[in-house]
């Protein structure tokens, strides 16, 4: 079987993504995490560029990594230096590592108007770089930055970069196409142009400008490319990197191509949502392969199909990547779902038994309420357990109280206090909050963590509020729906009620409930 190597730059490419900050603790955590799933090289960072860099690899020695090989990154020597005397490449060296990445430019516009360097010193700067690098006895990727533009714009001098890294002894050689801008064909046109030139090991790097890094990626592999670099969620600067967990599942799934482990394979979901959880960014729903709603149905057509046969909406079999089936409950599907829902939870329902009927009844009764599970599955699936007696309290609140101040200045505050018994053991707090809701959240958690430790890994990641029944004269009602995430999972949650702070009370409680109960299996 063909095999490509795996490259992560996550904490390299991927840390600079808006909305991005990696401690040097989060970025051991991923480390650890992406040699777990068998991942071939981590970039770690640019030991040059930051003391925070410089820790991770003093660090990350300790880690004791199994599989994966640390790579140091930066660029290559300055114009009119000998790699000896250039501080980024002694930084390169400090940091330690057996693999080291050095990027150099590829487009000649970049060497003369960004480095103002003569095309020859620039081959120098590449080949004195990597030869020097070599001698220290370290293995050398080079990444050729702006190799498309710079092959359509000069494409004798962009090979010539190539070359020259071949020349002084790179071990991988790869293709960067920086900008995002390149559409498949033409990348592909480029590459078969490449690839009889040289000898060296081809690699590929590409961005999403355009919304192709992954079709680019697979496709260079198609035409042999033999290492891949990407990051896990395709986070990265503007639109991101390519996606390495989708990367991954095409290359093992589709293309039959060696990669991670088999048994690795079904871990892609669990990773991308960790990483996500580190990163601080929501899990996006509809991210391929491993996404909440990768393999979710509603329509009524689609589910009846899919219980006759799993493969007429789905392009495989959710498990191979660790995700799962979900039929999304509403009350338009009925008993089908509920059924289907209840044996993806395995709660052993049959199709005419009493209970089927009291919890489709339940439900209706809810959603006319105003209640709407689609999104809130926790929710749903706690409702099932309690109709089917197959629950047990976490805790009894007895009571809350939520306090918001502003003053003269414009100064507002929010307070909340709750008294809840766990076991007959009363818990009395309170806390503040950015607002009321998250007053509440933080007082609620306060209180149960001593009893479920656990809760520290969950938070909040969205919430939404939806004003219900706007014509009727009364209060209006108002929906709340929650998402909240630890490190496997995400969940909804909902709460409906004419107090927003009661409705968020439910969904709230919802929400720990349902994390608890999912621990407890
Ligand atoms: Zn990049």
Redesign the pocket.
Known sequence: MRKVELYD?TLR?GAQSEGISYSVQDKLKIAQKLDFLGLDYIEGGWPGSNPKDMQFFKQVKKCRLKHAKVCAFGATTRPHLTPQKDANIKGLLKAETEVVTIFGKAWDLHVKEVLKASLDENLRMISSSIKYLKTKGRKVIFDAEHFFDGAKHNFDYALKTLATAEEAGADTVVL?E?NGGMITSSLVRIIREVLPRLNVPLGI?T?NDCGMALANTIAAVEEGCQHIQGTINGY?ERCG?ADLIASIANLRLKLGIACIADSKLKKLTEVSHYVSEISNIRHKNNQPFVGESAFAHKGGVHINAMVKHPGTYEHIRPGLVGNRTRYLVSELSGRTSILLKAKELDLGLQKDALHTKKILKLLQGLEHQGYQFEAAEGSFELLMKKALKKYKKFFDLEGFRVIIEKTKNGKVTSEAAIKLRVNKIEEHTAAEGDGPVNALDTALRKALLEFYPALAKMRLTDFKVRVLDERAGTAAKVRVLIQSQDEQDSWGTVGVHENIIEASWQALVDSVEYKLLKDRK
């Open positions: 730059t490419d960067c920086t790097h961005h990265g990197n």
